[in-house]
């Protein structure tokens, strides 16, 4: 699966979702970044990751925002990082306009990985 950087508040979730991408084998380089500030700040001082796990409800820095500001570091360039938005809330219509916004941006409708969901991934 290559590069993983999740981004989460909730340290339990990014422990849970580690647990399970490294029993699924696929923990090769798994960062983790507490909001989308410092998860913007790894991506420009580091190469890009591969995937991307990412909250939208954090503090400092929303997926949102964080999404904005990745857009704007791109800048043109070539994306190959997937992104996928985990979340355990109902967005509304407008927010979810606005993820569909990024081609590259796909939605879980659950803030943990499951095997199932991973094989998915593995498979696109």
Known sequence: MGKILL?????ATNF???IILKRNKVDHDIKVMENGLKAIEYIRNNSQPDFIFLDINMPVMD?????EAYES???GETNNTKI???????LSDEKLK?????NYV?????????KTEINKILKN
């Open 16 to 18: 849970y979702n580690q």
């Open 84 to 90: 996928y938005v985990m979340m355990s809330v109902v």
């Open 98 to 102: 606005k993820l569909a916004h990024y």
């Open 73 to 75: 570091w791109l800048e």
């Open 7 to 11: 981004v989460d508040d909730d340290r």
């Open 63 to 67: 997926g949102f925002q964080f999404l």
């Open 106 to 114: 796909r939605v879980i409708n659950s803030k943990v990985l499951t």
